[in-house]
DNA sequence: CAACGCGTTGCAACGACTCGCAATAGCCAT
DNA sequence: ATGGCTATTGCGAGTCGTTGCAACGCGTTG
């Protein structure tokens, strides 16, 4: 007696992208356990970023038994799906965010230790330079861009 | 007997900036010391980008009984006399690269996994649009950037 | 509803890097 | 030369992340 939730009155057909995880795993001969679905109730609940300990320890709350390998394999595969994206913080540490927001870059100041977000607007200049002059497509999200910020310049 | 080679009569004035580590060290109150000899003597052979387990290797070789934290501590030190940067690779591991060369930075294709230099020309572009947006100064040589090659689109 | 195949898990070991601490040894002074 | 101050080293322990492998269990088939 699968859950139909779709066919609700008044249930909007905006879905989480969350929802249908199941059904795509499913599709690829891929499986719905337990620990991928403890891992996808974290993600549920995070905004802007989260580094994979983190996440890890959240699984642990929920799940005394989690272990890190799980963890990792399974946002690898999250990632594959295209529902989170993992980049390296300044220190090289692996910093993962939800994938519904606004796909954007990271700015670290070496100064202050604070992390900006890079906007759209600006983001585009940089992927568009190396679009025109080398035919390459920057994946901005990736990766986060170190130097001093205004307040923080010698 | 101190070799006063600045004094030899065909001695250009461009000495390597390895040269007077030593007294550079020095005057700052710190040691001159085998191990940190042996990284050097390493670091002068080095050209382009290594990893910090290859300088780490390489020193071995010279002297089996290098410890690798004595060597991550001396790259910490080198890279605050200006002598070294490190930076993170795709996979966030560090790498170094002797500064002497231009400052520039890094693309790696996750198509074909191969790692590109970004020219000067082109990071000036990222280096000004956030330098003039955000008041940004940016340390291109610290990241590697990731994205598609022009030969690994889909 | 029991058997089965293969995607997954958990473990253990490993590699990269960091950090605290006690012992060592540069370097200057005597 | 000798001694002492203290920068440095080496070690051990710890964190983050990855990987190989044998056991497990999800989801399907008969």
Redesign the pocket.
Same mark, same amino acid.
């Given at each position: 007696m699968p859950p139909e939730q779709k066919a609700g009155a008044t249930v909007r057909p905006a879905v989480s992208p969350w929802d249908d995880i @199941?059904e795509r795993?499913?599709a690829n &001969?891929? $499986?719905? !356990?337990?620990?991928?679905r403890t891992l996808i109730e974290v993600l549920k609940e995070q905004q802007g970023h989260v !580094? @994979?300990?983190e996440l890890i320890a959240s699984c642990k709350e929920r799940d005394r +038994? +989690? !272990?890190?390998? !799980?963890v990792? $394999? @399974?946002l690898d595969?999250l990632e594959e799906l295209g529902l989170v994206r993992h980049g390296h913080g300044h220190d &090289?540490?692996?910093e993962y965010h939800v994938l519904p927001d606004q796909v954007h870059g990271h700015l670290y100041c070496v100064g202050c230790g604070t992390t900006w977000e890079i906007r759209p607007e600006t983001g585009a200049v940089i992927v568009d330079a190396l679009a025109a002059q080398l035919g390459f497509d920057v994946d901005l999200s990736h990766v986060t861009i170190s130097g001093r910020c205004a307040g923080c310049h010698d």
């Open positions: @199941a795993l499913h &001969g891929l $499986r719905w !356990t337990p620990q991928r !580094t @994979a300990s +038994t +989690t !272990t890190p390998s !799980t990792y $394999r @399974a595969l &090289g540490r692996e």
